[in-house]
C-alpha cells in the first residue's frame, strides 16, 4: 500500500525553481533515502512532503487522501481543518537541528503533542514515552531539559517526540548534519533499530554508505529532478555519469 | 504562579479601591441643607439672586474649590495634612452658609483655566489675581489688596528695581507676576523686566528661593502675602524691595458668565464680613494689612 | 510637621504611586502583546496605524499625552471630566506603556527560531496553542530584562501624575515642600521611590532566576 505519493511536484523560491517535475511514491515499510549535492533540492521536497513549504504544481496523496492538488486553473489547493488534520497525522518529521521545546522537559516535550493535540489517555501516552526514551537509552533522562543533553541526546529525543505521535511515515531531514561522527553513530543506530521494525522512512542524508546499508531504494537528485532511482546495490554500481561523479566524490572523502 | 497571580489581583483590587473611594467624594449634602442656607439669606439684593437662580444652584450640594496647594498662606497642606489657608477657611464658611460641601481640589497650576472650564472645579479660589483677568474670568468682589514685589538676599546690595538691571530674576510660571513682567501696557512692567539679564521661570517657589539661596539668580517676583510668608519660614537673609511692581486684587474666579454662582458667594463674602468672619481669618494667617473686606 | 505625619502623608501618596503602577502594568502588558501582533500584522493598513501609534507614543512626553487624554473628552465631547482624572492617568500610562511593551514583545516573538513553529506545526499545535505553550514562554524568558527596564522607569514615571494634580507621592512631597519651606519630603520620597524599586527588581530578578532552568 502506498502511505505517501507525489506527482509533478513544482517548487520556485521567486524565480529560482527548486523542484521541477518530481514525482515519487513511498510504500508501506519501505526506507526511501534521498541524496544529492547541497542545493539539490532534496530537503525542500522533504519539506514539500511535511507542508511545511507549499508547493506551485503538482499533487500530495498520503493513503489515498489528497493533502494538496493543482485545480484546474492550475492554483494549488490544500486540504484544510479536519481533513488536513487528519492527513497531517499521518507523518512526522525529525529536523536537522533537532527543534525540541527547550522550556519543556524530555517528558514534556514528548508527550506534550500526544495528550493536548491528540488528546490520548495520559496514562497509555507515558507508558509509551518512558518505552520510547528505553529504546533510546534515554530513560534516566525524562526529567532533564534539553539543553542539559548532547546534541545526539537531543535528536534521539526528537526522534521519540516524532514516534511517539505514531506516524505511519517518519521523515528526517539531514537527522546527523549537526552532529560529531561520534554522535552521528549513535542517530544511525536508533535508526537502522527502526527500520528493523520496518518503520516507513524517507531520509535526506549525506552519510552514503548508511544511505546504502539501510535503504531499500535510493534516489539522487540534482538540480531539482530525479537523476537516477533505484535500490541500493545499483546505485552504488551505477553508469549513470553524474550519480558515478557524486557518489566518487563522497568514496574520495570516505 | 497561581499564588502570585491571585496575590497580584488582590493587591490591584485593594488598590483600586482606594483610589476610587478618595478621587470621588460623596455627595452627602442635602435639599434641607440648601434650603436652610437659602432661608438665612437675608437682604433684597440676595433674595432676587436666589429667585433668578437656575435649578443647578438649586440642586448644588457640592461646591469644589480647585487651588494650588503650593501657596501658603492662602492654599497649602498643614502641618496635619491637611489642606487649609485663608481662602480654603474663607470658602469653607460659605459652603456652611449655603449647606454645600467642600471639596478641595489641588491643581496643577499651569492647568487652571483647563480644570475650570471644563468642570473639574467650580472656582479658581486661590490667591488669584484678577487685575489682567477680567475677560476670561467672572471674578467675585477682590478681597485682598495685594501686590507684586521682588525678594532679594538683604546682603545683595539691592534696594530698587532699577538695582535689578543686568539681574536674573526668577517668577512662578503662570502667575500673575509673570504676566505683569511680560505686559507692555500701561500697567505692565515689560521695561522694567528688559532690564533683567534674564526672567526664569520656575514651578514652584521653593525651587525659586533655594536658587535664590545659592546665588544662581537674583530676585523672585511674586506676591506680597507670599514673600511675607516665605520670609517668616525662611527667616534671616532675604528682603522685599519697598517699591512694588503694581497693586493688584485677589479674587475668586469663575467660568466666564458664570454669575449666578458668582452672586451667591458675593452675598457670603458681604455677610461673611459684616459679622467679622473674615478679620477673624485675616488676623489668624497675618494678613490682616492686606484683606480690603472690610466691615462698614 | 512633624517626621511621623510628613511619612504618613507621603504613605498615602505611595499607595496611589502603587496604584497607578500595578494598574498601568496590568494593561499595559497585555495591550503591548496586543498591538505587537498588529505591529507584526501583514495587513499594511493595520501595521502602518500600529507603526504610527507606536512613533507618537514613544516620541511625545508622557506628560502631555496624560494632559491629551485627560481634557480631550471635554475639549472635543464638552463631557464633564470631574471623576475623570484617576482613569485618565491609568489610560494614559497604559497606552504610552503598551507602545514600549509593543516593541519588546515583537523583538522576542521575532528572535524565536522558526524551527519552533515547524516543530509545533509537525506535531499538529494549533496557531493559538503554538503561541501560547510554545512561543510565548520562552518569548517572555527572553525579555524579561527589557521589561524589568521598563517597569522600574514605571515607578519613577508615575510622579508624572503630578501634572494632572493627583495626589500621588511626588505631588505631596511638592506641597509639603511649599508649606514647610524644606527639602526633607522629596528626599523621603526620593527613599521611598528606590526601596519601591529595591522591591520590584528583587521580584523581577526571582522571576529570572525562576525561568533560568533552561537556555
Known amino acids: 500500500m502506498k502511505i505517501l505519493e507525489m506527482n509533478h511536484i513544482r517548487k520556485s523560491f521567486g524565480d529560482l525553481e527548486v523542484i521541477k517535475d518530481i514525482s515519487l511514491s513511498v510504500s508501506e515499510g519501505e526506507i526511501l533515502s534521498i541524496i544529492g549535492p547541497s542545493g539539490s533540492g532534496k530537503s525542500t521536497i522533504l519539506r514539500c512532503a511535511t507542508m511545511l513549504e507549499t508547493i506551485n504544481g503538482g499533487e500530495i496523496i498520503y493513503m489515498g487522501d489528497k493533502a494538496a492538488y493543482t485545480a484546474e486553473n492550475g492554483s494549488v489547493v490544500y486540504a484544510k481543518g479536519e481533513k488536513a ?7 512526522g518529521l525529525v529536523f536537522q537541528n533537532f527543534n525540541l521545546f527547550p522550556h519543556y522537559s524530555v517528558m514534556k516535550n514528548i508527550t506534550d503533542a500526544p ?76 535508526i537502522r533499530d527502526l527500520a528493523r521494525e520496518h518503520m516507513t522512512m524517507v531520509i535526506v542524508t ?36 553524474r550519480t558515478r561523479e557524486f557518489l566518487g566524490k563522497y568514496h574520495d572523502l570516505g | 504562579m497561581k499564588k502570585y497571580a491571585a496575590l497580584l489581583a488582590a493587591v490591584c483590587l485593594a488598590l483600586s ?10 455627595t452627602s449634602g442635602s435639599a434641607s441643607g440648601s434650603a436652610a442656607g437659602s432661608a438665612s439669606a437675608s437682604g433684597s439684593e440676595a433674595s432676587s439672586s436666589a429667585a433668578s437662580s437656575s435649578e443647578g444652584t438649586a440642586e448644588r450640594t ?13 492654599g497649602y497642606m498643614d502641618d496635619n495634612g491637611d489642606y487649609t489657608g485663608f481662602d480654603l477657611e474663607l470658602a469653607q464658611a460659605v459652603c456652611d452658609m449655603e449647606g454645600w460641601e467642600l471639596v478641595k ?75 505683569l513682567l511680560q505686559d507692555d501696557g500701561e500697567e505692565g512692567q515689560k521695561a522694567l523686566a528688559d532690564t533683567f539679564a534674564a526672567l526664569q521661570e520656575f514651578p514652584d517657589y521653593n525651587s525659586a528661593f533655594v536658587e535664590l539661596q545659592a546665588g544662581s539668580i537674583d530676585a523672585v517676583a511674586m506676591d506680597i502675602g507670599v514673600a511675607n510668608y516665605q520670609l517668616k519660614t525662611r527667616g534671616e537673609g532675604f528682603k522685599i524691595i519697598e517699591e512694588p511692581l503694581n497693586t493688584e486684587q485677589y479674587a475668586i474666579g469663575f467660568k466666564k458668565g458664570n454669575t449666578e454662582l458668582c452672586d451667591i458667594v458675593n452675598k457670603d463674602l458681604k455677610e461673611l464680613t459684616d459679622n467679622g468672619t473674615v478679620a477673624q481669618l485675616a488676623e489668624k494667617y497675618e494678613i490682616s494689612d492686606l484683606v480690603c473686606l472690610k466691615a462698614e | 510637621m512633624t517626621l511621623s505625619t510628613m511619612l504618613v502623608q507621603l504613605s498615602t501618596g505611595m499607595v496611589k504611586s502603587m496604584g497607578i503602577f500595578f494598574w498601568t502594568l496590568v494593561l ?50 464638552g463631557m464633564n471630566i470631574k471623576s475623570f482624572r484617576f482613569p485618565a492617568i491609568i489610560i494614559g500610562f497604559t497606552i504610552n506603556y503598551a507602545a514600549y511593551f509593543a516593541e519588546i514583545f515583537r523583538s522576542g516573538i521575532e528572535a524565536m527560531p522558526v524551527g519552533q513553529y515547524e516543530a509545533a506545526k509537525l506535531l499538529g499545535y494549533s496557531k493559538s496553542q503554538t503561541f501560547v505553550k510554545i512561543i510565548l514562554p520562552q518569548v517572555i524568558k527572553h ?64 522571576l529570572e532566576k525562576k525561568m533560568s532552568y533552561y537556555r
Not at chain 1, 529504546?135 to 531539559?145: E, H, I, Q, S
Not at chain 1, 548532547?150 to 517526540?161: D, E, L, N, T
Not at chain 1, 548508511?210 to 532511482?229: C, Q, T
Not at chain 2, 457640592?62 to 492662602?74: C, H, L, M, Q, S
Request: hydrophobic share 45%; aromatic share 10%; proline share 5%.
Open chain 1, 115 to 190: 495528550l493536548h493535540v491528540q488528546k490520548r489517555d495520559k496514562a497509555e501516552v507515558n507508558s509509551q514515552a518512558r518505552e520510547l526514551l528505553k529504546k533510546m537509552g534515554l530513560l534516566d533522562k525524562a526529567d532533564y531539559y534539553p539543553c542539559q543533553l548532547s546534541g545526539g541526546q537531543q535528536q534521539r529525543v526528537s526522534i521519540a517526540r516524532a514516534l511517539c505521535m505514531n506516524p505511519r511515515i517518519l521523515f528526517f531531514d539531514e537527522p546527523t548534519s549537526a552532529l560529531d561522527p561520534e554522535l552521528t553513530l549513535e542517530i544511525l543506530k536508533v
Open chain 3, 28 to 77: 499595559s502588558l497585555p495591550l503591548g502583546l496586543f498591538v505587537s501582533f498588529g505591529r507584526m500584522s501583514k495587513n499594511p493598513a493595520i501595521k502602518n496605524i500600529v507603526k504610527i501609534y507606536i512613533s507618537v507614543m514613544r516620541g511625545t512626553p508622557l506628560m502631555l499625552q496624560l494632559m491629551i487624554v485627560y481634557y480631550s473628552p471635554f475639549l472635543l465631547f
Open chain 1, 85 to 91: 488534520r487528519k492527513i497531517n497525522s499521518n507523518f
Open chain 2, 105 to 179: 481640589t489641588p491643581v496643577n497650576w499651569d492647568s487652571k483655566d483647563m480644570e475650570l472650564s471644563s468642570g473639574s472645579i467650580d472656582c479658581i479660589w486661590n490667591g488669584f489675581t484678577m487685575n489682567g483677568r477680567e475677560d476670561q474670568y467672572t471674578f467675585s468682589m477682590p478681597y485682598v489688596d495685594n501686590s507684586q514685589v521682588m525678594v532679594v538676599a538683604d546682603n545683595a546690595g539691592i534696594d530698587t528695581l532699577a538695582d535689578l538691571a543686568d539681574k536674573t530674576v526668577g517668577v512662578q510660571a503662570a502667575s500673575a507676576a509673570l504676566t
Open chain 3, 143 to 206: 525579555i524579561l530584562p527589557s521589561v524589568t527596564n521598563e517597569v522600574i522607569t514605571l515607578v519613577k514615571d508615575t510622579s508624572l501624575a503630578f501634572s494632572l494634580a493627583y495626589m500621588e507621592m511626588f505631588t505631596i512631597a511638592k506641597q509639603i515642600v511649599a508649606k514647610q519651606s524644606t527639602f526633607t519630603p522629596f528626599i523621603v520620597a526620593a527613599v521611598f521611590y528606590y526601596v519601591f524599586n529595591f522591591v520590584v527588581a528583587a521580584v523581577m530578578e526571582h
Open chain 2, 17 to 26: 479601591v482606594s483610589a476610587c473611594g478618595s478621587s470621588s467624594s460623596s
Open chain 1, 206 to 241: 549525506h552519510e552514503m554508505n548508511f544511505a546504502k546499508e539501510v535503504s531499500n531504494r535510493i534516489i539522487f537528485m540534482e538540480k531539482g529532478v530525479i537523476v537516477e532511482e533505484t535500490t541500493p546495490d545499483k546505485m552504488f554500481s551505477s553508469d549513470n555519469e
Open chain 2, 62 to 74: 457640592t461646591f469644589t474649590v480647585g487651588f494650588d496647594a503650593e501657596y501658603p498662606p492662602y
